[in-house]
C-alpha cells in the first residue's frame, strides 16, 4: 500500500514483511528495513546526550578535525558535518559493526539509541553520507508494536551530513559546552599529557578527558585537559561522563603536576586568596607562602593542653575562602589494624573447649564473660588519641575549639586493638551547609598538621567524604572528623540542624555525637557483652562494598531488644536480635522522640535518639546482613557460633 506522512512529506511505498527483511545491504530507494528499537529505548537519556553521541560519532570519524554544528538561518534545522569516511547502512542494524570498533560508547548510548531518543522527541532526522542517505520512520513491527524503520536513499556529498529538525537551538548550545574543539579556551601551560587553561569570561574552570567534558568532584578555577589518559584512568571513566568513586586521585595527581610545573607561568591566574585546586596542599607551596608566626604570640604548650584556644583566631583567607565555596550552588557525588590477641585467644579457648563437649549449653555467658574481661580500649591506644588530640589543640594553622573522642572508643564498646577511633576536631569558624564545596579543604589542612608533627609515626591511610583516616606505627587507626564549633554546643541543635539542606544532614550527623555517646553509655547496662560480641562477629566476615553494618546501629537495636523484649538470658537476647536483622522489612526502632516525616515511612528505620533526621538502618545495605542472620535464627545460633570457632 502507498503511506503519505514518510519522512520529509514524500509519498513512501511500504513492501511486505518478506521483502523487509531483505539484506540490509539493498540500496533500493523505497524499502524500509525494521531496526527492532522502539522509540521508547533508553527512557532517561536527554537530547543532549543524544546529540552529544552524534558529535562523538563525529569527531570519531576524523580525529583532529572540529565537526561543524550548526543552527540554518530561517529554517531552524540543526545541521552536523564531519568529514569523515562515511556511514554504511550496516551501522544502523542491531549488533552491526563496521570496521574495527576502538571507541566505547562514551555517553551511555550508541547511534542507534541516539535516534530513538530524537524520534520520541518528535526531531525529524535525515542523514546524507558518500555511503548512503538515509531517513528514519515510526512503522508496524513484525509483532504490531511500532519500530524504527530505515530507508537507504543514494550517496550524496562527503563525509556525513546530519539534519535535524525540531531539535531546541538550547540543546546544541548546551552540547557545545560538552566539547573542547567547539570552546577553544587559551591554553596557558602545558606539562606532559595535561593542557591548562583559562575559563571562559564569569564561568567556573572545566574539567575534560580528550576533549570531551566529565564532571570533576570539586570546584576548579582553570579548566583542564587531559590527553591520550593510561588505562588506570580510562577504566575510571563511567560511560555517562563521571568519574568512578574513589578514582579522583588518578586525574587530580596529573592536575597537581601541572600546576607545580607552571608555577611561574600561572602565578597571575591565581586567585587573591587560597581557591579550589590552589588550595590543595600538593600545589600550595609554589603559590602562597604562609606567615611567619612570632615566637611571641605563639601558645604555650600547657595552654595547649588545657583545651580551647579562645583568643586564637581562624586564619582569615581560609575561612574566607570556606564560605564563599559554601555559598556556590551544591555539587550534582582500609588497611586492617592487628588483632586483638589476648582477646582471640581466649575466645577460641572457649569455644574450642565447648566444641569437644559437644554442648552449647552455658556458651553465651562465657562468651560474654571473655570480652567484658578484655578492655574496651588498650593503654596504647589512649595514649595515641591524646597525643594527637594535644597536637591538634595547639596546632597554629587550626582555630580548635575542643577535641572530642566519639565513636565506640568513647562509649566502650570497642572490640580491643581491632577497633579504630573516631576523634571529633570541633573547629572555629565552619561553614554549615554545603559541605561538598569545602569540606575536602579542611581534611587537607587536617592532614598537613598530622604529617608535620607525625612525620614517621603515622601515616595517612586516605580521605573519605566526612573524615581523614590515620594510622599510627602501632597499628592504632583514628578518623579525624570534622565539626563547626558553631553547632556543636549549640541549644536546640537538632532545629538548626532540619534547617540546613538534606544533602547537608548526613555529615551533620557528627554534630550530635557527645549525645549519641551519653545515650549509649547510660542505656547500654547489661548489653556491652552482647554488643561487643557481634562486633566481634561482624569483623570476622569480609562484606561486600557498603554492605558492612555499622556499629552505631547494633549498638541500638541491641538496647532496643533488651528494653523492650525483656529477654529471659544471654541466649534469648541473641536470638532476638538476629530475629530482627532476619526481618528488615518490619524493623522499626524509635525511641521517645518521633521520627522525621523524612524518614518516619522509611524500612527498616532505627532512629538515631539523639537526632530525629537520621535513619542509622540506611547508611548501609541491608541484603548479606539479612541473609545470614535468617541462617543464625534457623540453626538457633549454631552457625553464629561457628563463624567465631578457631579455624583448624
Known sequence: PDLTGGPGGASVKVHSPRARRQTPCSTMADEWIDLNLATNHCPDASLVDALSELVMNAIDAAPGKTPKLDVEDGTGTVVLEDEGPGLHLASFVVGGTVGENKVIGRFGLGLKDAIAVLMRNRVKIEIKSKLGGYQFDEQGGQCGTKTIHVCQREPSGEGVRVELVGLPETTVNDVKKRFLCFAEPEELHRHKNVVVMAPADGQEGRFFVNGVKVVFSQPLHLSYNIIKPILKQHRALTRDHTIASGKTKLFRV?????????????????????????AWTEVQGCFYQKPEQDPKSAPSSRRAVAGALPDHKPCSGLTTQLHELADLPPLPTWVPADPDADLVGDLHKVLAKLKQESTQTGMMDKLFEVVNRHAAVPGEHRETVDNLSECLKADADLSVAEVHPGGSYAKGTNIGKQSDV????????????????????????????????????????????????????????????????????????????????????????????????????????????????????????????????????????????????????????????????????????????????????ERPLVLDPANSTNNVAGSFIWGEWQQLAQKICDSNLETFFQVLLPQT
Request: with cysteine; proline share 6%.
Open 422 to 601: 573516631d576523634l571529633l576536631v570541633v573547629l572555629n569558624g565552619l561553614p554549615t551547609k554545603n559541605h561538598e564545596r569545602w569540606l575536602h579543604l579542611v581534611l587537607s589542612q587536617l592532614r598537613v598538621v598530622v604529617e608535620k608533627k607525625f612525620p614517621k609515626k603515622c601515616k595517612i591511610l586516605r580521605a573519605t567524604r566526612f573524615a581523614l583516616q590515620l594510622q599510627f606505627d602501632n597499628a592504632v587507626e583514628v578518623d579525624l572528623l570534622p565539626v563547626p564549633a558553631e553547632l556543636w554546643s549549640a541549644p536546640e541543635k537538632a532545629k538548626k540542624v532540619l534547617k540546613v539542606p538534606k544533602e547537608d544532614r548526613s555529615w551533620m550527623s557528627v554534630v550530635f555525637s557527645k549525645e549519641q555517646v551519653e545515650f549509649v553509655k547510660f542505656q547500654k547496662g547489661d548489653a556491652t557483652g552482647a554488643i561487643r560480641l557481634i562486633k566481634y562477629w561482624v569483623k570476622q566476615h569480609t562484606w561486600p562494598r557498603r554492605m558492612t553494618p555499622k556499629s552505631y546501629c547494633i549498638e541500638l537495636i541491641v538496647i532496643y531488644v533488651l528494653e523492650k523484649k525483656k529477654p529471659k538470658d544471654n541466649d534469648d537476647l541473641m536470638l532476638n536480635f538476629w530475629r530482627h536483622i532476619a526481618s528488615p522489612d518490619d524493623l522499626c526502632v524509635c525511641w521517645e522522640a518521633e521520627a522525621h516525616p523524612d524518614i518516619a515511612e
Open 254 to 278: 596529573k592536575m597537581e603536576a601541572a600546576l607545580k610545573d607552571g608555577a611561574s607561568s600561572l602565578q597571575d591566574k591565581k586567585p587573591g586568596e587560597p581557591s579550589r585546586e590552589f
